[in-house]
C-alpha cells in the first residue's frame, strides 16, 4: 500500500507541477518570448535609424563640399528676371573690353521654363576688333549664363578703324 501511495503521490505531485508550469509559467515564457521580440525588433529599427542618420550626414558632407558649386549656379541664374541688373552687367563688360555701348534692347522671352525664364537681348557697341574678341572672352568667363547668338560687324569709319558691333545674346533668370 505504501508503494501504490508513493505512485500516487508521485503522480499528484508531477500533475500539480505540470499544471503550475502551465498556469504560471508559461504565460511568463510567453511574455519574456514576446519582450525579446520586440527588443530585437526596436534593435533593428535603432540600427535602420542609425544607417540613414550616417548617410545623411555623408550627403550633408557632400553638399558643404560642393557648396561653392551650388554658388556658381545661384550665380549663373540669378533670382531677379530684371533686364536693367543685366544691362548693367553687360555695359561693364564692354567697358572693361574697351568697347562703347551705342544701343541696348531686350526683352523677356515669355513663360518660365523649367522654372528659368530666357531673356533676348541685342548689344550695339561700338570700338575695335580687340575689344570685339575681349568682350567675348569676357562674356564667355562671366558668373551669369550668357550666349552669343549672333555677332555682326560693320565699319563705321575706315579712317579711325573704328567698328560698329552688334551682338545678339541671351541670358537666364530665375524669376
Known amino acids: 500500500m505504501k ?32 519582450m525579446r521580440e520586440e527588443v530585437e525588433e526596436r534593435k533593428e529599427r535603432l540600427e535602420s535609424g542609425q544607417r540613414a542618420l550616417a548617410h545623411l ?26 533686364l536693367p541688373v543685366l544691362y548693367d552687367h553687360l555695359q561693364q563688360l564692354g567697358a ?4 562703347i555701348v551705342t544701343s541696348l534692347s531686350g526683352t523677356s522671352a515669355g513663360e518660365a521654363a523649367a ?20 568682350f567675348l572672352d569676357a562674356a564667355k568667363r562671366s558668373a551669369r ?11 563705321v569709319s575706315p579712317d579711325s578703324g573704328e567698328l560698329g558691333i552688334t551682338v545678339e545674346l541671351s541670358a537666364y533668370a530665375a524669376p
Open 115 to 134: 522654372g528659368v525664364v530666357a531673356l533676348n537681348f541685342q548689344v550695339g557697341f561700338s570700338g575695335s576688333y580687340g575689344g570685339l574678341k575681349n
Open 145 to 155: 549664363v550668357l550666349n552669343v547668338n549672333r555677332v555682326a560687324i560693320s565699319s
Open 57 to 82: 550626414r555623408q550627403v550633408e558632407q557632400t553638399v558643404l563640399s560642393r557648396q561653392g558649386a551650388f554658388n556658381k549656379v545661384v550665380r549663373a541664374v540669378p533670382q531677379d528676371a530684371g
Open 3 to 34: 508503494k501504490l501511495f508513493r505512485i500516487i503521490l508521485s503522480a499528484v505531485l508531477l500533475a500539480v507541477s505540470l499544471l503550475v508550469l502551465i498556469v504560471f509559467v508559461w504565460p511568463r515564457y510567453q511574455e519574456y518570448r514576446d
Open 96 to 99: 572693361n573690353s574697351g568697347l
